[in-house]
């Protein structure tokens, strides 16, 4: 997410260190290559061009602090620009006063509606909400028995009238449904439809026209850049849009949707779309999305998220052995399957504050298939290998390599950084060993130590 945004503003940075002063002539590279960059990662020129004046006004002829470079402080009026051009702040899902409220999605064909709905429903749900999922779409083969799935997956309700029904006719059935069902909240998955097609774009309105629903929400794919702009400014001119939800922006590399919409349209991004599971869902906060885009990371969003789906006793209870130094193979099976829950391993990397750049410039990638071998490997060894790895000799080691279908040297490679890890943690801990040692009179470590082995 934002890979390429956030390569070239580090570079536009870059030209302001060591200067006393920002000021128009030492600016004005550094703004042309933000220029460049915002506008290779398709963000509204017109955007851009507002941007870019903003930063100017802000920055010109102020007098960089003495605790901080003039390439920091550059950082800072981008990050709160940022934050500005995206809505400023997070915008809640709106509720009725009395039960249900009526949550209409809307948007073109093929951005994902219907999986978006289920992530939508799931993420009620787990706010304590009982929300009832509409199926809508009778045009699209397959739809209606794709939102039962998605329902059935997500652990909630769901309601059509069928394929051959009117979609205003199933829609205006739902809250009769959701009564009967007690659901306190109703999702209409309407379907995809071109904006230039008026006879779709009458029928939503008409939906619209009956259901009086509290929120409108168009779904839009992140990927499509400003294609995804232009359609929701189109839908807005038809439907009072109340949010958007953007689809797929871990694919996005570029971000030109995410900084470009609200300006455009006027209407808040709500929520983004960061994965294919269905808990794959995130609440926009702009804050944090520029915190992502200048590579400071979103470790709130990281709490949160782990807050949400690690198991807390489970953690606990590692936490106590990694103090004692007796923690074994299988704990660190079940970390690595928490871990696993929480999203993919690249975009847990990218919200902890500085870890890519310090992966980048160590040369080090974590790939998704590194900790599927690994739970291989381990998942091929007995109980009693796991508990206790010392017995693992070298006809141990040849039948866990076969089970797993790993070489011979993968195995010895994860004994070896396992056995490092503990005695690592073992020296943090009792604030010993090299890691200790490296630290100075204030605590800290000093350039180019790290705390992590190669595991």
Not at 54 to 70: C, F, T, Y
Not at 163 to 177: F, H, I, K, N, W
Not at 405 to 433: C, H, I, P, W, Y
Request: aromatic share 4%; hydrophobic share 40%; proline share 4%.
């Amino acid at each position: 997410m934002f890979e390429s945004l956030s390569q070239r503003l580090e570079r536009a940075f870059k030209n302001l260190r060591g200067q006393g002063k920002l000021t128009e002539k030492n600016m004005k590279d550094s703004l042309r290559e933000i220029r460049m960059a915002l506008l290779e990662a398709d963000v509204n020129y017109k955007v851009v061009k507002q941007f870019i004046e903003d930063v100017q006004a802000a920055a010109v002829g102020q007098n960089v602090l003495e605790s901080i470079q003039p390439g920091q402080q550059i950082v800072k009026i981008v990050h709160d620009e940022l934050i500005r051009v995206m809505g400023g702040a997070n915008e809640p899902l709106r509720f009725a006063d009395a039960p249900p409220t009526v949550i209409m999605l809307v948007g073109l064909q093929g951005q994902g509606k219907t999986t978006t709905a289920g992530k939508l429903a799931l993420h009620l749900k787990k706010k304590g909400h009982r929300p009832l999922l509409v199926g809508a779409d009778v045009y699209r083969p397959a739809a209606i028995r794709q939102l039962e799935v998605v329902a059935q997956q997500a652990g909630v309700e769901s309601f059509s009238l069928g394929e051959q029904a009117d979609p205003v006719d199933t829609c205006l059935m739902s809250r009769g449904e959701a009564q009967m069902r007690n659901c306190d909240v109703i999702l209409l998955d309407t379907a995809g439809r071109l904006h230039v097609n008026e006879e779709m774009m009458a029928e939503v309105r008409r939906i619209h026209a009956q259901m009086k629903p509290h929120e409108i929400l168009f779904v839009a794919n992140a990927m499509t850049g400003q294609d995804a702009v232009n359609s929701a400014r189109q839908f807005n001119e038809a439907l009072p849009l109340t949010g958007v939800i953007l689809t797929q922006m871990d694919g996005d590399a570029r971000g030109g949707a995410a900084i470009s919409l609200t300006h455009v349209t006027g209407r808040p991004i709500k929520f983004v779309g960061t994965g294919e599971k269905l808990d794959a869902l995130d609440a926009f906060h702009p804050s944090r999305m520029a915190d992502q885009i200048l590579g400071m990371g979103d470790i709130v969003s990281l709490v949160e998220k782990a807050q949400e789906t690690v198991d807390q006793e489970k953690a606990l209870a590692f936490q106590e052995k990694a103090r004692k130094a007796n923690w074994d193979l299988e704990d660190f099976l079940g970390q690595m399957q928490q871990l696993k829950k929480m999203g993919s391993i690249s975009d847990l990397v990218t919200k902890i504050p500085g870890m890519s750049k310090m992966m980048g410039s160590a040369g080090m990638d974590l790939e998704e298939d590194e900790f599927r071998h690994m739970e291989a490997i381990i998942l091929s060894m007995t109980p009693k290998e796991r508990h206790n790895p010392k017995i693992i000799n070298g006809s141990r080691r040849r039948r866990i390599a076969d089970g797993s279908g790993m070489a011979l040297q993968d195995v010895n490679r994860l004994l070896k950084d396992f056995e490092q890890t503990r005695k690592m943690m073992k020296s943090m801990m009792k604030g010993k060993g090299p890691l200790g040692r490296a630290k100075g009179k204030r605590g800290k470590l000093p350039k180019g130590v790290g705390p992590f082995p190669g595991m």
